[in-house]
């Protein structure tokens, strides 16, 4: 299991050193994750018996990446505009169904997952597309990751306290702060980049290291749910798409508006 963790983290590192260099060919890479991540997210709550419209919503999660790589935007709040849409195709999706039972927890279930995955995910590409992006999505992709690595090196190692055993039985509460520290160093590997003080640092890595530990555990939340262990197979030792991008849905969004503002 070690070995093979070994090999898909380092290809997985790989691929996104790679991505990151050019700005459409980073927003292409996430597009991908995105529509592999809606797939194990929609294939999950299938499994759980929830009939949903799996591949209209991934068909319109896909519209939200690739609208960011075309820079094509209908309005000045072009999502809220694209949210309204996409509820009310799916409901119009419902008119053909003879079968009613369901309804709401359908499309609120497939709207969802478009919310979640697709439209958090996809501020990654915003972030690229920012002024200096290449060493703003540098620098989340560190104090993210490594957050993960850490809690994981540091909880398989070390851990013996559980952290919330009814979510996640093998997360610890050393491993939760092994990720912390390991988030902080990634921050402060991050001063090349961002050339923030000491102190602005040490913020953001603690900050967004507890961001993305809540969106590991929310992930870990909806799997207890669907009764699954991994949201898929596709990378073997670390499980699904959704399992590897789960730290960044919720550390990307807010980084990007902090750095918006910040910025300014």
């Not at 890479?29 to 919503?57: D, P």
């Not at 993960?148 to 559980?162: C, E, M, N, Q, W």
């Not at 520290?181 to 602005?200: D, E, K, Q, T, V």
């Not at 953001?204 to 993305?212: N, Q, Y």
Request: charged share 15%; glycine share 12%.
């Amino acid at each position: 299991m070690l070995t093979r963790r070994i090999v898909s983290s380092s290809l997985l590192i790989i691929l996104i050193i790679v991505g990151v260099q050019i700005d459409w060919l980073c927003g292409l890479l996430v597009a991908l994750f995105i529509i592999g991540a809606l797939y194990e997210f929609f294939t999950m709550l299938e499994n759980k018996g929830i009939s949903l419209y799996k591949y209209v919503g991934m068909g319109i999660g896909a519209v939200i990446p690739f609208s960011l790589i075309f820079r094509f935007e209908l309005t000045k709040s072009w999502e809220l505009l694209f949210i309204a849409l996409a509820l009310l195709f799916l409901i119009l999706m419902q008119f053909r169904r003879r079968e009613n039972s369901g309804v709401v927890l359908g499309i609120s279930a497939t709207l969802f997952g478009i919310l979640y995955v697709s439209w958090f995910l996809s501020f990654l590409i915003r972030i690229r597309y920012l002024a200096g992006g290449l060493g703003l999505i540098s620098s989340i992709l560190l104090i993210t990751k490594l957050g993960d690595i850490g809690a994981y090196l540091v909880g398989s190692r070390f851990g013996k306290r559980p952290l919330i055993p009814h979510i996640s039985p093998k997360k610890s509460v050393e491993g939760a702060a092994g990720g912390l520290i390991f988030s902080i160093l990634g921050a402060l590997l991050s001063r090349f980049f961002l050339g923030f003080s000491y102190g602005h640092l040490l913020f953001l890595g603690l900050f967004f290291g507890l961001l993305s530990q809540l969106g590991d555990l929310s992930e870990s939340l909806m799997k207890r749910d669907c009764q699954v262990k991994d949201s898929g197979k596709i990378f073997p030792g670390l499980g699904g798409v959704l399992d590897s991008v789960d730290s960044l849905l919720f550390t990307a969004p807010v980084f990007y508006f902090y750095m918006s503002i910040i910025l300014k």
